[in-house]
């Protein structure tokens, strides 16, 4: 899986758009019109604090190993 916004944790994308936001720390002040929010970025952006998104539970597997 490539590092990439599409693929990092912090990365929200509202449905049937192909830019997200970023909400790896809390939405900035907008001066021009004193609203917060936070930084735009493109699916095929990166930065350092890229997190990847973990893998789903398996219940299954959670369950062989408790018993
Ligand atoms: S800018 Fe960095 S932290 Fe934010 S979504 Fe992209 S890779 Fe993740």
Do not use: F, K
């Not at 990439?4 to 001066?31: D, F, I, K």
């Amino acid at each position: 899986m490539a590092d990439m916004c599409a693929n990092c944790r912090n990365y929200w994308e509202q449905r049937g758009t192909s830019a997200g936001l970023c909400r790896a720390h809390p939405p900035v002040l907008v001066p021009s019109d004193g609203t917060a929010r936070w930084p735009g970025v493109a699916r095929s952006d990166w930065c350092g604090e890229y997190r990847i998104i973990p893998p789903p539970e398996n219940p299954g597997i959670r369950r062989a190993v408790a018993l």
